[in-house]
């Protein structure tokens, strides 16, 4: 039988090993300067080490797919012929942004769609072959880059000759230092949900001249390079704009290589044209992007968009819940292409209140008990056809190098992640729940396989005496609800803001961390303490064994019910080449701007 979990882990090392080298000192904002973020100590994997791969001819392309995946690759070939201008891409969400500005909302399908207009400092590397797992840094709106040694300091070089969109109101106008200061003011005004964390960090900012910024923190901040690149709370935004509608929830015009002025219309999507001027060249000296523009369509019915991508109206997007779906649609479609990942993080599954304290989920028997009776790997095996699944738990294995999160090597920290409903029943009544009790799972139906993870907790958890309500909500009120632990009782969730050192990631378990609410605001005091002294400590033993305490009482406590790791496929039409979907694993679909290098070969179509 096929296996592609090794492949996960591996890769997630090796990249983590190279973050550090690229990206410099990464954490929290009230963590000590010293102390490191992901070393090679802590991601353990000599990056040397590499993975057989076969080669999958399709659409024209040698496809070089790693010997553990399905059936795509990770990193995407480049073809070698000269690109070719004009054509218009269709895309595809399920939903609506919750809205177009990203100082209000943290939700993937604002960045998916923003991105193509607004940019970072610091960028990642877009083109295809790039490695998803390795997050290394590259020259954005800033060319250059240094840091002070106390940690307090950022400068920026700024690159000269940028312009702003020559659309209105931003005219071609050129950009400059006063315009990351704006953006600075503009995420931290009270309604914003992105002031905590970065921006709050940064006690001032200066432009000794127009091209140059200074960020001065209150206090060092280890993830300071890896936050100013982030899709979600670097993005630099026009003043002109803002000043004219009062905020950014109509129109995307920027620095970037698309831009919108026609604003965004609901269950109908937004249409892009291409930014004339982007400062962009490709490795043959011409102008970037190739493309003429994009449509964006919503699309809310999962079998509706797969008939799109079927019928060749959608260029890419479509998604299939099983590699037998996918098979089977390759079949009518033999030409499509498409990328295969899966997401770095940890933490992403089904998260309690636990601050409500008049629910059962406060005992931690009651949490242990529902875990027991989940059959993990029948449900992955069932769901998306994974044999043996590793699951998203809070602080991965790969952090603490003891090994894939598999169901029988976490059983060996914590007994409460092996299949035993008979156990769990015991569990119920010494808490106190001998006949179960009523509750609510919410969550918003991504795709089919949504659904089927949900049904299935419901009639494990049925079998132990406790009845789970379904509730699927609209995305606008699930994606509100992640980020503030919004739900009843529990909910399906995922990390937010995303991170990319283990530093970052220990705000997700403590109980004043930034993202603390994506996990139902979890808090117990011995893992407050020990996150402190690890954020404090800079002696790598001392860390480890910090970490590791982290990591096993959190997976005792069962402080979320997470979810099962499995590929995603992303599709794409054999016209559409030289476009990489997913860039960075930590940050699954958030970064667009990987569309600059796509063109539309005519002569692959139908």
């Known amino acids: 039988m096929r296996t592609w979990k090794r492949r996960s882990t591996l890769a997630f090392?090796?990249?983590?090993?190279?973050?550090?080298?690229?990206?410099?000192?990464?954490?929290?904002a009230r963590r000590e300067a010293?102390?490191?973020?992901?070393?090679?100590?802590?991601?353990?994997?000599?990056?040397?080490?590499?993975?057989?791969?076969?080669?999958?001819?399709?659409?024209?392309?040698?496809?070089?797919?790693?010997?553990?995946?399905v059936m795509w690759p990770t990193r995407m070939t480049k073809d070698s012929r000269e690109p070719k201008y004009g054509?218009?891409?269709?895309?595809?969400?399920?939903?609506?942004?919750?809205?177009?500005?990203?100082?209000?909302?943290?939700?993937?399908?604002?960045?998916?769609?923003?991105?193509?207009?607004y940019e970072r400092l610091l960028h990642w590397p877009t083109e295809p072959g790039a490695d998803p797992y390795d997050a290394k840094l590259v020259p954005g709106l800033a060319e250059s880059w240094e840091a002070s040694k106390d940690g307090l300091s950022y400068?920026?070089?700024?690159?000269?000759?940028?312009?702003?969109?020559?659309?209105?109101?931003?005219?071609?106008?050129?950009?400059?230092?006063?315009?990351?200061?704006?953006?600075?003011?503009?995420?931290?005004r009270p309604q914003s949900i992105i002031k905590s964390g970065l921006w709050e960090t940064v006690q001032k900012i200066e432009a000794p001249d127009k091209y140059t910024v200074v960020f001065h923190l209150q206090s060092p901040m280890k993830d300071f390079l890896p936050e100013i690149s982030s899709p979600v709370v670097g993005l630099i935004v026009p003043r002109e704009v803002i000043e004219r509608d009062g905020d950014?929830?109509?129109?995307?015009?920027?620095?970037?290589?698309?831009?919108?002025?026609?604003?965004?219309?609901?269950?109908?999507?937004?249409?892009?044209?291409?930014?004339?001027?982007?400062?962009?060249?490709?490795?043959?000296?011409?102008?970037?992007?190739?493309?003429?523009g994009m449509s964006?369509?919503?699309?809310?019915?999962?079998?509706?968009?797969?008939?799109?991508?079927?019928?060749?109206?959608?260029?890419?997007?479509?998604?299939?819940?099983?590699?037998?779906?996918?098979?089977?649609?390759?079949?009518?479609?033999?030409?499509?292409?498409?990328?295969?990942?899966?997401?770095?993080?940890?933490?992403?599954?089904?998260?309690?209140?636990?601050?409500r304290k008049d629910l059962p989920f406060n005992d931690a028997r009651v949490r242990q008990a529902m875990s027991l009776a989940i059959n993990y790997k029948e449900m992955a095996q069932t769901i998306s056809e994974v044999p043996n699944p590793e699951l998203h738990v809070s602080i991965r294995g790969f952090w603490t190098k003891e090994g894939t999160d598999t169901v029988d090597n976490l059983s060996k920290i914590a007994p409460w992640y092996s299949y035993d409903p008979e156990r769990a029943k015991k569990l119920m009544a010494e808490a106190g729940y001998p006949n179960g009790f009523k509750t609510a799972i919410e969550f918003?139906?991504?795709?089919?396989?949504?659904?089927?993870?949900?049904?299935?907790?419901?009639?494990?958890?049925?079998?132990?005496?406790?009845?789970?309500?379904l509730k699927s909500m609209e995305y606008s009120v699930f994606r509100a609800n992640v980020d503030t632990a919004g739900w009843q009782e529990m909910g399906y969730t995922f990390p937010f803001p995303n991170r990319m050192d283990v530093d970052s990631v220990l705000n997700f378990v403590h109980s004043k961390g930034l993202g603390i609410g994506t996990q139902g605001k979890y808090g117990d005091p011995q893992v407050d303490q020990w996150v402190e002294k690890f954020w404090a400590s800079s002696n790598e033993t001392e860390r480890m064994d910090l970490l590791k305490k982290i990591r096993h009482y959190t997976?005792?406590?069962?402080?979320?019910?997470?979810?099962?790791?499995?590929?995603?496929?992303?599709n794409m039409q054999p016209w559409l080449r030289d476009f990489q979907p997913e860039i960075n694993a930590f940050f699954p679909g958030k970064d667009r701007r990987n569309i600059v290098h796509a063109w539309i070969d005519d002569g692959w179509r139908k």
């Open 87 to 117: 054509g218009v891409v269709n895309f595809v969400h399920s939903a609506d942004p919750p809205s177009m500005d990203p100082s209000l909302t943290t939700s993937f399908y604002q960045s998916r769609i923003t991105t193509y207009a």
């Open 155 to 188: 400068t920026f070089k700024l690159r000269k000759g940028v312009k702003w969109a020559n659309v209105e109101p931003t005219n071609g106008r050129e950009f400059t230092a006063d315009d990351v200061i704006f953006t600075s003011k503009y995420y931290t």
């Open 555 to 570: 997976l005792d406590q069962v402080s979320i019910i997470p979810l099962f790791a499995a590929p995603t496929f992303t």
């Open 444 to 469: 918003y139906e991504y795709s089919k396989a949504d659904v089927g993870r949900a049904e299935m907790l419901q009639d494990y958890w049925k079998k132990i005496g406790i009845d789970a309500e």
């Open 296 to 355: 964006l369509h919503i699309v809310a019915d999962q079998s509706a968009r797969q008939a799109a991508m079927r019928t060749g109206k959608l260029d890419w997007g479509a998604e299939f819940s099983t590699p037998t779906e996918q098979r089977t649609f390759l079949k009518s479609n033999p030409n499509v292409y498409g990328q295969e990942n899966i997401t770095g993080y940890g933490g992403q599954g089904w998260a309690f209140r636990h601050d």
């Open 34 to 69: 010293q102390g490191g973020a992901t070393s090679e100590k802590l991601a353990g994997r000599d990056k040397a080490q590499s993975e057989a791969v076969k080669i999958v001819k399709v659409a024209g392309l040698d496809l070089k797919v790693p010997e553990s995946n």
């Open 13 to 28: 090392m090796m990249g983590l090993a190279i973050l550090i080298v690229a990206c410099g000192p990464g954490g929290s």
């Open 248 to 292: 950014l929830k109509k129109v995307a015009v920027g620095t970037g290589p698309f831009y919108a002025i026609e604003g965004y219309r609901p269950k109908v999507g937004i249409d892009f044209k291409r930014n004339q001027d982007y400062w962009m060249k490709d490795e043959r000296g011409k102008q970037i992007p190739y493309l003429d």
